[in-house]
């Protein structure tokens, strides 16, 4: 079975602009989950979709926005993007949701200059 | 906020010794308990779950919870180079509505 997959793997923009990734799960898993790892701060959780609904949020600006498709893919968006935005941002899909077993994506490097 | 607290280490084993890893966490609802590992510059791997007191082996992983002390810790055994790693706890909040990670301990298994 096909992990979960993230494009793009680096990405370098500047502060001001926005950006979008992209998550796609493993088949049959519904539920996927962001998350942002820096250094300082460790792995911190964004928020979660489940059947194309944001079902739970982390304590991230409204800069940080996301959506679901109906084939579970994901996308996730940030806005007006600031030099603490560099980070590895995760995907993670799950059966039904996060108490569920969490499987990663390979992330997605975010450089802001 | 509710936390979970690893130790940073380093953790330094010599080949074919336990390995100790121990998290503590502090919502008393919670309910479900993962270790990953994560290798430099790659991103973290399940390697196992746990839901109910007590062990859970898989093969040269014990996973131990503890939810009256609220602490879960990871027994290696056999250690091998290939372990050293960083091996973050993960915890889900008692609502289920987040998955609240320890900042993660470093392990180093010398030959």
């Known amino acids: 079975k096909a992990g979960v997959t993230q494009t793009p793997r680096y990405l370098i923009k500047t502060r001001g602009q926005q950006v979008t990734l992209s998550c796609s799960p493993i088949s049959g898993h519904r539920s996927v989950s962001w998350y942002q790892q820096t250094p300082g701060q460790g792995l911190q959780f964004l928020f979660e979709y489940f059947s194309e609904t944001q079902r739970n949020k982390g304590n991230f600006p409204g800069r940080f926005s996301g959506r679901q498709f109906s084939n579970s893919r994901s996308e996730m968006n940030v806005s007006t993007l600031e030099l603490g935005d560099s980070a590895l941002y995760l995907c993670?899909?799950?059966?039904?949701?996060?108490?569920?077993?969490?499987?990663f994506g390979p992330g997605t490097r975010l450089t802001v200059t | 906020q509710k936390e979970v607290e690893q130790n940073s280490g380093p953790l330094s084993v010599p080949e074919g010794a336990i390995a100790s890893l121990n998290c503590t966490y502090s919502?008393?609802?919670?309910?479900?308990f993962f270790w990953y590992r994560q290798y430099s510059g790659k991103s973290p791997e399940l390697i196992m779950s746990?839901?109910?007191?007590g062990d859970k082996e898989d093969g040269r992983f014990t996973a131990q919870l503890n939810k009256a002390s609220q602490y879960v810790s990871l027994l290696i055994r056999d250690s091998q180079p290939s372990d050293s790693a960083t091996y973050l706890c993960a915890v889900n909040n008692q609502a289920g509505t987040a998955l609240i990670f320890g900042k993660g301990t470093t392990l180093s298994v010398s030959s």
């Open positions: 993670a899909s799950a059966l039904g949701g996060l108490r569920d077993e969490q499987y």
């Open positions: 746990i839901y109910s007191n």
């Open positions: 919502d008393r609802g919670s309910q479900s």
